[in-house]
């Protein structure tokens, strides 16, 4: 570390604030720590062992040991907490290739991976954009095309639009989709949210290998039943709960294709998995799913209590 650097000194200990306690440090904090190494000679690692034994960074370690991945919750640009869940997760187990796959990313502006794509990750962010007809900035073919910066819908980060395809995603095409655009079979991260066909997407891939899978799971159905929707191609939400599947189906699901359940966002919207070899390699510990269920927070209320989503009268199917 270059002490006449400022900057250089600045990055160092706000890496080693975001590697323990995965935040920014504060600006009192800073301009403390700053001053000691500059006028003290005190070096990052005593700047570590400070950190690691403060009251914060003890809190941190145990929510770390039991793997409480609701303690990390943060939003960034995820619609809950997922931003903060995922990257205490890497945390952990660490990155290989940073590259990402989602299915359902809307525009990309609130979605489970742009945080990561802002900070050097690649990948690919599908969705059919079925609500905006007209988006300007997509390829009705996703086919690259040059386009003019006036032309280009201004929400729409520059820093995402160049990750966004246009598709639609079914069992029998999903894997002619990560062919088509060269996703490795092997990848750091999945996410699927496409309301209805979300389980049966995920039960198809078999081209690809991701290490962490974040899906979303239907939160209103019991934790004691395994249901899901019945499989049609075309079929889209209908703003009832009968869309998905259960929390249970997932994680039979998950069995099938070597994932264990880690965890549900406090939302009661998306579900963590992790692969069982991560498991093992990091020594993660694994909860029932009773422990890891988390209710709706959101939709209808009944006597007090959130419910999700209208109540179908459609019946979903046993898994």
């Given at each position: 570390?270059?002490?006449?650097?400022k900057e250089?000194?600045i990055k160092?200990?706000s890496?080693?604030?975001?590697k323990i306690?995965?935040?920014?440090?504060d600006?009192q904090g800073?301009?403390?720590?700053f001053?000691k190494?500059?006028?003290?000679?005190?070096?990052l690692?005593?700047?570590q062992s400070?950190l690691?034994n403060?009251?914060?960074g003890k809190?941190?370690?145990?929510?770390?040991?039991e793997?409480?991945i609701?303690?990390?919750e943060?939003?960034?640009?995820?619609?809950?907490g997922?931003?903060?869940?995922?990257?205490?997760?890497?945390?952990v187990?660490?990155?290989?290739?940073k590259?990402?796959f989602?299915v359902?990313c809307?525009?990309?502006?609130?979605c489970?991976?742009r945080?990561?794509?802002e900070n050097g990750w690649?990948?690919?962010?599908?969705?059919?954009?079925?609500?905006?007809?007209?988006f300007p900035?997509i390829?009705?073919v996703?086919?690259p095309?040059?386009i003019?910066?006036?032309?280009?819908?201004?929400?729409?980060p520059?820093?995402i639009?160049?990750?966004?395809k246009?598709?639609?995603?079914?069992m029998?095409n999903?894997?002619k989709i990560?062919?088509?655009?060269s996703?490795?079979?092997k990848?750091d991260?999945?996410?699927?949210d496409i309301?209805?066909?979300?389980?049966?997407?995920w039960?198809?891939?078999e081209?690809?290998t991701?290490?962490?899978?974040i899906i979303e799971y239907?939160?209103s159905i019991?934790i004691?039943?395994?249901?899901?929707?019945?499989?049609?191609?075309?079929?889209?939400?209908?703003?009832?709960?009968?869309?998905g599947?259960?929390l249970?189906a997932f994680?039979?699901?998950g069995?099938?294709?070597?994932y264990?359940?880690?965890?549900c966002d406090?939302?009661g919207?998306?579900?963590?998995?992790i692969?069982?070899?991560?498991?093992?390699?990091?020594k993660?510990k694994?909860k029932?799913?009773?422990?890891l269920y988390?209710?709706?927070?959101?939709g209808?209320v009944l006597?007090?209590?959130?419910?999700?989503?209208p109540i179908?009268?459609?019946?979903?199917?046993?898994?």
């Open positions: 570390m270059n002490l006449d650097n250089d000194i160092q200990i890496n080693l604030y975001q306690l995965l935040r920014e440090p600006k800073l301009d403390y720590f001053a190494i500059v006028n003290e000679n005190f070096s690692e005593e700047l400070h690691l403060s009251p914060e809190g941190w370690q145990k929510k770390r040991e793997f409480e609701n303690y990390f943060r939003k960034i640009f995820s619609q809950h997922e931003d903060g869940i995922l990257d205490f997760i890497f945390s187990i660490d990155t290989t290739n590259f990402l989602e359902g809307d525009d990309g502006r609130q489970n991976t945080y990561f794509l690649k990948g690919i962010l599908i969705d059919n954009f079925s609500y905006k007809r007209n900035w390829d009705p996703s086919k095309k040059k003019s910066q006036k032309s280009q819908e201004p929400s729409i520059s820093t639009s160049p990750f966004l246009k598709e639609t995603v079914t029998e999903i894997n990560l062919a088509k655009y996703v490795p079979p990848i991260l999945l996410s699927i309301d209805y066909n979300t389980f049966w997407i039960k198809a891939i081209v690809c991701p290490r962490v899978v239907n939160s019991s004691s039943e395994s249901k899901v929707v019945k499989y049609l191609p075309e079929a889209e939400y209908d703003w009832t709960n009968y869309f599947a259960s249970l994680v039979k699901l069995k099938e294709k070597g264990s359940l880690v965890g406090s939302a919207s998306n579900a963590f998995f692969s069982d070899d991560e498991i093992k390699k990091n993660i694994t029932s799913i009773e422990e988390r209710t709706p927070q959101f209808d006597d007090g209590v959130m419910k999700g989503w179908s009268n459609k019946i979903m199917d046993e898994y």
